[in-house]
């Protein structure tokens, strides 16, 4: 089984603090993607990354970066993080393969005071 | 840009069919997923469509018309255990990203 792990499911940090989300995935997929989930907007691509290295940006990039430096791991970071980034967090995976499905983290649940 | 629509929430009978629509608008389509996500759990693949027609998964099935950007999921034989929310994603570009729809709420009832 694919597995995808975070490093934190509840987290809280304060407002201007830099914030890391961590994810690991197992299966050697090239593709990860960080996405954050907010009632009533669903789940919105912040950033993704197609190989060690590469970045693109999502839908909401602003106020976030990422780090890819090897297969396996895909960072989220907050700059400075804000009480408008209080939502939760989603890390995924997939192959490069068309029509393959994406793999998810269980989620980290950041508050933000 | 993307838009993809879907009903906020829908309640069903236990036992019964219930039918998800999903419409959307994209450039570069290159499939469209159907996910569930129990409340607090992570989303979970339930099927694939690149092709129109209809797709079989045991109790769900999932249908895509790329000429209409309409899709539905259809659930028999209701469980109390298919309460979650169903997520339609869609597919496109290059690099294939992945937009997805802001889920439907799906409440099965005694």
């Known amino acids: 089984d694919v597995k995808v792990t975070q490093s934190s499911r509840y987290l809280v940090k304060r407002t201007g603090e830099k914030v890391f989300l961590e994810c690991v995935q197992d299966m050697d997929h090239e593709n990860m993607f960080w996405y954050r989930q907010d009632p009533g907007l669903g789940l919105r691509l912040i950033y993704f990354s197609y190989d060690v290295k590469m970045k693109e940006k999502g839908d909401i990039p602003e106020g976030y970066s990422v780090s890819r430096e090897k297969k396996e791991r895909f960072s989220l970071i907050l700059e400075s993080a804000s009480t408008n980034q209080t939502s939760m967090y989603l890390c995924?995976?997939?192959?490069?393969?068309?029509?393959?499905?994406?793999?998810f983290g269980p989620g980290t649940r950041l508050l933000v005071l | 840009g993307q838009n993809i629509d879907q009903p906020t929430e829908m309640t069903a009978t236990e036992g019964a069919i219930v039918q998800i629509n999903c419409t959307y608008q994209?450039?570069?389509?290159?499939?469209l997923f159907w996910y569930q996500q129990h409340a607090g759990e992570a989303p979970t693949f339930l099927s694939y469509?690149?092709?129109?027609g209809l797709e079989e998964k045991g109790r769900f099935s999932s249908f895509l018309s790329r000429s209409k950007g309409y899709s539905y999921l259809l659930l028999k034989e209701l469980q109390m255990k298919d309460s979650a929310s169903y997520l339609c994603?869609?597919?496109?570009?290059?690099?294939?990203?992945?937009?997805f729809g802001t889920g439907t709420k799906l409440q099965v009832i005694p």
């Open positions: 995924a995976s997939r192959p490069t393969d068309v029509g393959q499905t994406q793999y």
């Open positions: 469509n690149v092709l129109d």
């Open positions: 994209t450039s570069g389509f290159n499939g």
């Open positions: 994603a869609v597919g496109s570009g290059g690099y294939q990203k992945v937009t």
